[in-house]
């Protein structure tokens, strides 16, 4: 029972250009969603998150937006640099549990 | 500030050994987190810990997997006998609270990489 679903492993954006990672989930339960980056033998780290009661939040060049009737997050990243190539997941928190995506790797192009 | 220190950060087992991951938190940070994470998939909870008592264990293989968190600071996750499956990166992470707003921001290790052949 897959909760949480990254459809796209990998995805690649030309740097100066607008990243879109995607995530959909199932659990209306769920009250609180993340995004978090991982770089290569390091642990992932938090990145941007949004409550169930708000539909975007933004910092800086990242936007996450929710869409609760399609049950559908996602993370936009404007402009891409290429410190931005890592691998992201999307994560669910409800019920007290962090729930991850299997994750989507970003490639920035120069 | 300090982060989540792990160690060690790789090891290598032949199939029915045993192994011990150990994790040394962010100090003042009350809940604990054991994550597995296998190769082209999201990290896996394991285990979750508040202060030294258990939240939730629901995923952890109690046959072959234990974890304890003595004096509610360290933790050490041990593998005895491991199978092959359990290759993967093995990672604590640490928040402050436990309830309440940002509950979900988890603050992550390195990580143990297992490699069991």
């Known amino acids: 029972d897959q909760q949480v679903k990254q459809n796209s492993p990998s995805l690649s954006v030309q740097e100066g250009r607008i990243s879109i990672l995607n995530c959909d989930y199932t659990n209306s339960m769920f009250d609180y969603f993340l995004w978090y980056k991982k770089y290569p033998a390091e642990g992932p780290t938090f990145l941007i998150s949004i409550s169930s009661i708000k539909d975007k939040n933004e910092d800086g060049r990242f936007t996450v937006f929710l869409n609760k009737s399609a049950k559908h997050l996602s993370l936009h990243i404007v402009p891409s640099q290429p410190g931005d190539s890592a691998v992201y997941f999307c994560?669910?928190?409800?019920?007290?549990?962090?729930?991850f995506g299997q994750g989507t790797r970003l490639t920035i192009n120069p | 500030e300090a982060g989540v220190a792990q160690s060690p950060r790789y090891k290598i087992i032949e199939k029915r050994q045993s192994v011990a991951f150990w994790c040394n938190p962010i100090?003042?940070?009350?809940?604990l987190y054991w994550y597995q994470q296998i190769l082209g998939q999201g990290p896996k909870l394991l285990i979750q810990?508040?202060?030294?008592?258990?939240?939730?264990d629901s995923q952890l293989p109690k046959d072959r997997f234990s974890a304890e968190r003595l004096k509610g600071v360290d933790s050490t996750l041990k593998i005895q006998p491991a199978k092959l499956e359990d290759s993967a990166v093995y990672l604590c992470?640490?928040?402050?609270?436990?309830?309440?707003?940002?509950?979900?921001?988890?603050?992550f290790g390195e990580g143990s990489r297992l490699t069991v052949l």
């Open positions: 810990f508040q202060n030294n008592g258990v939240v939730d």
């Open positions: 994560a669910f928190q409800g019920a007290q549990k962090l729930v």
């Open positions: 992470a640490s928040s402050l609270r436990h309830r309440g707003p940002n509950t979900g921001e988890l603050f």
């Open positions: 100090s003042g940070h009350a809940t």
